[in-house]
C-alpha cells in the first residue's frame, strides 16, 4: 500500500521533539503494526510510547493512549502489546566473528544470527579473519553470497587490511565493504600485520574512500617477546595451564603501544579508526587524551567480558576465559567503566568468536594451546540490561552504546539505531528483570565464561526485523529475512 497524507493531529511527538501542529503526518493508514505502550528510548527521551510501524519503518512515535490506541492514533493491523517493557533500538553488534567461510566447525551463520536476534541484535559487523580471509574483493562478494537467504540479522562485511594488501582496499569498498579490519598481533585465521609504513599509506587510502578502520591493538612484536621470556629456563614460572600465563603472555603494554601508534599514524593520514575491544586504563587513557586533542576521529569499543569480568573472578574457568586482548585488573575494569561514564569509549561489541569446545580444552591441559575467544552476541545487550538495574550504567547511555553508537560510526544511523520517525523499525521489546531461567543459547558453541558467572538482567519478548516479528516465545519465528547492508 502506498503512502499517502494521515489525518492532522494537534499533538506533538514528545519522544522525537517533533511538531505535528499543522501539519500533515505522512504514514500508512492504516498501519502495519503499533508496538504499543511501551517504554520506548529514543534519541531524545525515554517514556511510554506507541511506535507505529509501516512499510519496515517507523512512521510514528507518539505518546501511549493507555489501554488501546486513542481515536487520534493512526490505526493498525496488528498490535504488539509491550505494556510493563522496554522497547529499545535493535542492537547493533559491530564486532562478530561468525566464522563462515572455512570455520563452520567453530560457528555457522544460521547459529550466529539466531544467537543474535536471541539477543536483541538486529544488525551485525562481520570480521574478516575467516578462511580464506576477506582481503579481496572478490572473496568479500563471494562471502557476500554465501551468506544471501540464510541470516537471520542483518549484516555488513569488513574487509582485511593486512600486509600487502594495499591495492585491494579501494575494490573491496566498491565490492560494498562497510569498513576495515587491521590485526596488528596475531589472531585466528592470522592476517599479517602490516608494517608501519604500509600501515600509513593503508590508513591514507582507507581515509580517500571514506571508509573507517577497527583496529585489534596489541604491538605483534611485544607479544613474541613474552612469550619468549615465559617459556625460557628461568622464566617466571607461571603455570602454563593458567588464566594468569594468557595476561602475562598479553601484557598491557602491548595494547597502550599499539594504540597510541595506530593513532599518531591515523592522524597523519587524517583517517577515521575504532579501537577494538579496550583492555587496559593506560588505553582507555591514550583514546581519551586523543579525543581531547580533536586532531583525530577516533572511537572507543568496549566488550561485556573486559567490563564485567575481571581476570581474577575468571580464573578458576581457566582455558575458557582465554580471550585476545585477555581479561585484565580490577582498576583496568574500573578505567573502562569511567570511560563508558565520560564519552571516552562509544560502543559495545560482543567480540563474538566462539570455537569447538575441544579448541577450548587442548591435550595437555595447557592454556598455550587453547584458542582464545567465546560466545557473546546474544547476551551483551541482557548483561547490560543488569549493570542498569544495578545502577552502573543509565538505560539511555546503554542504548547509545549498544545501538547508536556503532550505527553512527559504521555510517548506518539514522536508518539504524535509533528508534526516530524514518528508521528502520529494528526493534528489540524487553521486560526488565532476571528472567525466570537461563534463556536457550544458539550459538553452535556457546559456552562462555559471562555465562556463567554473570547473570541476564532481562528477558527478551520479541525482536522484529523491518517490522516483522523475527524473535517470539523464546524461538525464531518466520524465515530469515536479513539483508546485506553493503558500505
Given at each position: ?69 486513542a ?33 563452520a ?68 569498498a566498491s ?83 599499539a594504540?597510541?601508534?595506530?593513532c599518531l ?51 578458576t ?67 547490560l ?17 549498544c ?24 526493534i ?16 553452535l ?40 547492508l553493503?558500505?
Amino acid at each position: 500500500m502506498a503512502p499517502r497524507k494521515g489525518r492532522r493531529t494537534q499533538r506533538r511527538d514528545l519522544l522525537q521533539g517533533v511538531s505535528w501542529t499543522g501539519g500533515d503526518v505522512w504514514c500508512h493508514e492504516p498501519v502495519d503494526l503499533a508496538v504499543a505502550g511501551g517504554t520506548v528510548v529514543t534519541p531524545t527521551a525515554i517514556t511510554r510510547a506507541d511506535v507505529f510501524v509501516a512499510a519496515g519503518r517507523i512512521v510514528a512515535v507518539l505518546p501511549a493512549a493507555g489501554e488501546a490506541l486513542a481515536p487520534s492514533c493512526p490505526r493498525a493491523r496488528r498490535t504488539l502489546d509491550a505494556r510493563g517493557c522496554l522497547v529499545l533500538p535493535g542492537a547493533v553488534d559491530a564486532h562478530v566473528h561468525f566464522r563462515e567461510p572455512g570455520l563452520a566447525h567453530k560457528e555457522d551463520w544460521e547459529h550466529a544470527s539466531l544467537a543474535a536476534i536471541a539477543g536483541g541484535v538486529t544488525t551485525v559487523l562481520d570480521m574478516p579473519n575467516v578462511v580464506p580471509p576477506t582481503s579481496t574483493a572478490a572473496r568479500l562478494a563471494a562471502k557476500a553470497a554465501l551468506v544471501a537467504g540464510r541470516s537471520r540479522c542483518h549484516f555488513a562485511l569488513y574487509g582485511a587490511m593486512a600486509a600487502g594488501g594495499l591495492d585491494e582496499l579501494a575494490p573491496m569498498a566498491s565490492a560494498g565493504a562497510r569498513g576495515f579490519k587491521v590485526f596488528l598481533g596475531e589472531t585466528t585465521a592470522s592476517l599479517p600485520a602490516p608494517d608501519d609504513g604500509e600501515l600509513l599509506q593503508a590508513l591514507a587510502r582507507a581515509a580517500d574512500l571514506g571508509l573507517r578502520t577497527m583496529v585489534h591493538a596489541e604491538n605483534g612484536g611485544v607479544l613474541r617477546a613474552s612469550v619468549a621470556r615465559l617459556v625460557a629456563p628461568g622464566g617466571p614460572g607461571c603455570d602454563p595451564a593458567s588464566l594468569a600465563w594468557h595476561g602475562l603472555a598479553r601484557p598491557p603494554v602491548a595494547e597502550v603501544e599499539a594504540v597510541a601508534r595506530v593513532c599518531l599514524l591515523a592522524a597523519s593520514a587524517r583517517a577515521a579508526l575504532s579501537i577494538a575491544h579496550l583492555s587496559t586504563a593506560g588505553a582507555v587513557a591514550e583514546v581519551r587524551r586523543r579525543k581531547a586533542a580533536g586532531d583525530l576521529d577516533v572511537r572507543g569499543e568496549a566488550c561485556p567480558h573486559h567490563l564485567l569480568l575481571t581476570a581474577d573472578q575468571a580464573a578458576t574457568l581457566g582455558a575458557l576465559a582465554k580471550v585476545n586482548p585477555p581479561l585484565r585488573s580490577a582498576a583496568d575494569v574500573d578505567a573502562l567503566w569511567a570511560g563508558l561514564a565520560d564519552g571516552t569509549i562509544d560502543t559495545v561489541g560482543s567480540d563474538h568468536a566462539p570455537h569447538a569446545s575441544a579448541e577450548k580444552e587442548p591435550e595437555g591441559g595447557k592454556i598455550t594451546g587453547a584458542a582464545s575467544g567465546f560466545a557473546g552476541v546474544q547476551n551483551t545487550v541482557t548483561l547490560l540490561l543488569a549493570a542498569v538495574a544495578a545502577g552502573r550504567l543509565s538505560l539511555r547511555r546503554m542504548v547509545e552504546l549498544c545501538a547508536e553508537g556503532p550505527a553512527r560510526a559504521w555510517g548506518l544511523w539514522p536508518r539504524k539505531g535509533a528508534l526516530a520517525v524514518g528508521a528502520d523499525a529494528d526493534i528489540a521489546v524487553w521486560r526488565p528483570g532476571p528472567p525466570p531461567a537461563p534463556p536457550r543459547q544458539w550459538s553452535l558453541h556457546p559456552d562462555s565464561p559471562l555465562t556463567r558467572l554473570r547473570r541476564p538482567g532481562g528477558a527478551l519478548v520479541a525482536t522484529l526485523l523491518d517490522g516483522e516479528v523475527v524473535f517470539a516465545g523464546d524461538r525464531p519465528v518466520g524465515p530469515p529475512r536479513g539483508r546485506w547492508l553493503r558500505g
